[in-house]
């Protein structure tokens, strides 16, 4: 509880620093709606900088892609009603008539490679995705547009990076191949763009089938939505 307290009081004084500063210098950024009254406008930036050092940083694709790791992802769902009591969420359910882009005829890891041959990586900071009918998601990837330096200069590209496709892959209901979903976003990893991120802000659904649909065009196991 203690430890909790100064964690509280310790972000409240960071925000309020962040928000005096505001009174000086407008970023035209999410930084502009930090708040000290509202703990997540200052989590969010920071959970950004964290992510982007575990992005950068990883010892390696045996640990974001490892089965622990999507064990703990999809335990996100039963965190659901805490997060929103704290301002935010960690899973919400998606329209595959909207944001669907297509079916993949192969297998997962077969998908997953191609995926990381067009630049993604595993997502690290994504909130957990449903379809309607209660089908969870079984894989989450992020394009910020290409490769990023690596080391701290990594970490620092990150920040600038403030767009980001997202695919989404789910098991057919007939369990013949997988179903591809994606949007186009605010960036998660960068501290200038978290917030807006988390709300939503900017979303462009269409955009991002788009981009996907172009990066898969040529693979045969790939079938685009009509």
């Given amino acids: 509880m203690i430890f909790g307290a100064l964690v509280t009081v310790s972000l409240r004084a960071v925000a309020t620093a962040v928000a005096s500063a505001r009174n000086i210098v407008v970023t035209t950024t999410a930084l502009d709606t930090v708040d000290p009254e509202e703990p997540v406008t200052i989590l969010a930036p920071v959970v950004a900088v964290l992510g982007a050092i575990g992005a950068v940083f990883k ?54 490679a191609t995926l990381r041959e067009e630049g993604y990586h595993f997502g690290l900071l994504a909130s957990h995705k449903e379809l309607p009918d209660g089908r969870r998601e079984v894989s989450s990837w992020v394009d910020v547009g290409g490769p990023v330096c690596s080391g701290l200069l990594g970490v620092l590209e990150l920040q600038l990076r403030t767009w980001q496709t997202h695919v989404t892959v789910f098991e057919r209901d007939d369990g013949d191949g997988y179903l591809v979903t994606a949007h186009h976003e605010r960036a998660a990893y960068s501290a200038l763009t978290a917030y807006w991120h988390l709300r939503g802000r900017d979303l462009h659904v269409e955009k991002g089938r788009r981009i996907v649909a172009d990066q898969l065009a040529e693979e045969s196991r790939f079938e685009p939505v009509e």
């Fill in 59 to 112: 010892p390696g694709e045996e640990l974001v892609d490892s089965y622990c790791f999507r064990w703990v992802r999809s335990l996100l769902p039963h965190a659901e009603r805490v997060a929103n009591d704290r301002g935010f969420y960690t899973t919400y359910t998606i329209r595959p008539e909207a944001e669907a882009v297509g079916v993949w005829h192969g297998s997962l890891d077969d998908l997953e």
